[in-house]
């Protein structure tokens, strides 16, 4: 079955007991089992796991090709359970771009726990190359990254990784199962913030660990959810179950419409640089048309006037929402470094854009105006 078919119906089964179509929510925190506790496939605890949760777990583990998927109550939880699906003391290779949130978790917790971390620049082959020489237990990797819409090349790195000993996941967040296999080009874990485009609508937090190999580590992240509390609620599973049946045709809008509000900010003056995968001057478009179906929603920009005039576009927008997070179906800017706290990373002239579902001329007509107020 093609993705679109397996979104819409994966986990999606009609309730056994009332033929509901839309699926019911299982709000009990707990589960009637037999009297020496429960056995077989007896429910206990909603902690541990419930109904609503299983339906939309079958449904990720369908769309990323996953033997197993866990979901989580936030993209930042799951990647607190990877950190936690391994023997730790180990090394890390980290990503130098990937999602800041990690990057803090991994500065408060991962150093701390004594394991040895190395940032490597993945996107560049020849830094993967050279930092996978040595051992490793786990390499992190993002693509796209954020928020330079970097790409990295997986099935080189999955290779490297292996070589290495080490597992590798993938933080496919701004792409999705939609437009990116990790799985297929040879990674082991993929994490999702389900927050984002699985969701599809800024109104839910959730994570997802999918794995290719319901193995050791599969066992470990689900253990870690179930005793440090990284759990969703039931209703968060059910939001991200819906979210999903329509995911295959948002990505579709959200990647055609960003493709052009690329192009017309790459014709635009006070524009010095468009970071978006899909554009043919972009250096990775090449490798993107290899591993992606499609560009996704997400771009950023730089701004010839610099900070001063990346600020004053984002106030003068008025369509755009200057707000964090991405993946919903209304536009959202965001100057990076004002959300970056003590250690900002993001070039001082950039705008991130996430390109919502609204018609792409007004998104468009909202640009031109506020470009203008930065042109000389
Ligand atoms: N990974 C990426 C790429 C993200 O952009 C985010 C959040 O912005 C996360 C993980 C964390 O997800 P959440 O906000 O759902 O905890």
């Known amino acids: 079955?093609?993705?679109?078919?397996?979104?819409?119906?994966?986990?999606?089964?009609?309730?056994?007991?009332?033929?509901?179509?839309?699926?019911?929510?299982?709000?009990?925190?707990?589960?009637?089992?037999?009297?020496?506790?429960?056995?077989?496939?007896?429910?206990?605890?909603?902690?541990?796991?419930?109904?609503?949760?299983?339906?939309?777990?079958?449904?990720?583990?369908?769309?990323?090709?996953?033997?197993?998927?866990?979901?989580?109550?936030?993209?930042?939880?799951?990647?607190?359970?990877?950190?936690?699906?391994?023997?730790?003391?180990?090394?890390?290779?980290?990503?130098?771009?990937?999602?800041?949130?990690?990057?803090?978790?991994?500065?408060?917790?991962?150093?701390?726990?004594?394991?040895?971390?190395?940032?490597?620049?993945?996107?560049?082959?020849?830094?993967?190359?050279?930092?996978?020489?040595?051992?490793?237990?786990?390499?992190?990797?993002?693509?796209?990254?954020?928020?330079?819409?970097?790409?990295?090349?997986?099935?080189?790195?999955?290779?490297?990784?292996?070589?290495?000993?080490?597992?590798?996941?993938?933080?496919?967040?701004?792409?999705?199962?939609?437009?990116?296999?990790?799985?297929?080009?040879?990674?082991?874990?993929?994490?999702?913030?389900?927050?984002?485009?699985?969701?599809?609508?800024?109104?839910?937090?959730?994570?997802?660990?999918?794995?290719a190999k319901d193995g050791t580590a599969a066992h470990n992240a689900r253990v870690a959810r179930e005793l440090v509390g990284l759990h969703a609620s039931p209703f968060a599973a059910w939001m991200v179950l819906r979210g999903l049946r329509s995911l295959g045709c948002r990505i579709e809008r959200h990647s055609r419409n960003a493709a052009k509000v690329a192009t017309f900010l790459e014709s635009h003056p006070a524009v010095g640089a468009v970071h978006y995968p899909g554009l043919a001057s972009s250096p990775w478009h090449e490798l993107a048309k290899a591993q992606m179906r499609d560009f996704g929603g997400m771009l950023s920009i730089q701004l010839r006037g610099g900070k001063e005039a990346a600020l004053k576009v984002a106030g003068a927008l008025q369509l755009f929402v200057n707000a964090t997070s991405l993946g919903g179906c209304e536009s959202l800017v965001e100057w990076r470094r004002g959300v970056e706290g003590k250690t900002p990373r993001s070039p001082e002239d950039l705008l991130r854009i996430s390109v919502g579902l609204e018609d792409p001329d007004d998104l468009i007509a909202d640009l031109s105006q506020a470009l203008d107020k930065v042109s000389a």
């Open 1 to 211: 079955m093609k993705f679109d078919t397996r979104a819409v119906h994966a986990g999606g089964e009609p309730d056994a007991e009332t033929g509901a179509v839309a699926p019911p929510i299982h709000l009990s925190s707990t589960f009637r089992h037999s009297p020496e506790g429960p056995r077989g496939d007896e429910l206990l605890y909603q902690r541990s796991d419930n109904p609503t949760q299983q339906r939309l777990e079958t449904a990720l583990a369908a769309l990323d090709g996953a033997e197993n998927a866990l979901f989580f109550g936030s993209g930042i939880a799951a990647c607190a359970a990877a950190l936690q699906m391994l023997p730790g003391n180990g090394r890390l290779v980290v990503q130098t771009d990937c999602y800041n949130g990690f990057q803090a978790q991994v500065r408060h917790f991962a150093e701390r726990w004594g394991w040895r971390v190395d940032w490597v620049d993945l996107a560049d082959p020849a830094a993967a190359e050279a930092a996978l020489r040595e051992p490793a237990q786990l390499v992190w990797a993002e693509t796209p990254s954020n928020p330079l819409l970097r790409l990295v090349d997986l099935p080189k790195l999955a290779e490297l990784s292996h070589a290495a000993g080490a597992l590798l996941l993938v933080d496919g967040t701004f792409a999705t199962p939609a437009l990116q296999q990790p799985l297929a080009l040879g990674a082991d874990v993929v994490l999702h913030s389900a927050t984002k485009y699985m969701g599809g609508h800024s109104d839910v937090l959730g994570g997802v660990l999918c794995f």
